[in-house]
């Protein structure tokens, strides 16, 4: 099983997106994936189909009251396990200080979710995504303790050159918490080959990272920005759409990475 976090303090890249349709398009590939929203938005939750005003066990039951992961699982109409957030993960940053390592809730939930599945010989999740928080707050840092990788979303524009710097300092100090965290790859998207910024800072991050860059360029497309409302993943709402067919070759690379 590996953890994949998803993971940009900057708003507005496609990190949910990317969370939900990488999801969607391992599930696709026949690999078994669980998707954990991490976000007190929840908007990965809402976008794959799971009402998340009407879940009766949320992530926040996860950390604050120490519910098994595995009880707090639903399956998604787009075909895939999620364990949702609502409101309820609002504030969770100041309740889970109190906490004795707050900063270890997740990985122990995890721990446990793998001796469950081992125990009742279920078949082990191949991969389980996180969605974060466009933030570094204490939830952030729980997946990141938890993980094994970071995916890091990222639109070709300058501001978010200055984040992804900051994220990654963020990592390298957490490996002292979690010594085998690495960045598995970064993604570009809303990506526009026909503008200029666009290609140069997409040439700086292939300067800078190498053979983390992925190889996939996630265009904007219409077809992405219209799922969401539909409660469907993009390979659901329209399997031909550009974006579809990019999340569906950026899958393929990132299970190049596990064999």
Request: glycine share 6%; with cysteine.
């Amino acid at each position: 099983m590996e953890i994949i976090a998803i993971a940009n303090q900057k708003g507005g890249v496609g990190k949910t997106t990317t969370a939900v349709n990488l999801t969607a398009s391992l599930a696709a590939k026949r690999k078994h994936v669980l998707l954990i929203d991490l976000d007190p938005q929840g908007n990965a939750t809402s976008g794959t189909g799971v009402d998340k005003n009407e879940l009766t066990l949320t992530i926040a039951d996860v950390l604050l009251d120490g519910v098994a992961l595995s009880e707090a699982i639903v399956t998604s109409p787009a075909g895939f396990d999620v364990i949702g957030a609502n409101r309820d993960l609002a504030g969770m940053d100041v309740t889970l200080m109190s906490k004795t390592d707050s900063h270890e809730l997740f990985k122990t939930a995890m721990k446990n979710l793998v001796d469950a599945q081992t125990s009742s010989q279920q078949p082990p999740y191949d991969y389980v995504i996180i969605d974060c928080a466009p933030s570094l707050n204490l939830l952030t840092i729980n997946a990141l303790v938890a993980t094994d990788s970071v995916i890091i979303p990222m639109q070709c524009e300058y501001y978010a050159l200055e984040g992804l710097a900051d994220l990654s300092q963020t990592i390298e100090r957490l490996t002292e918490l979690n010594p085998n965290l690495y960045i598995r790859g970064v993604v570009r998207t809303l990506f526009d080959a026909r503008n200029t910024l666009a290609r140069d800072v997409s040439a700086e991050l292939e300067a800078h990272f190498g053979d983390i860059m992925y190889k996939t360029h996630i265009p904007r497309n219409i077809r992405l920005a219209e799922a969401p409302a539909h409660g469907l993943p993009v390979i659901a709402y329209d399997r031909w759409s550009k974006g579809a067919r990019a999340y569906q070759k950026l899958a393929t690379e990132v299970m190049k990475q596990s064999s």
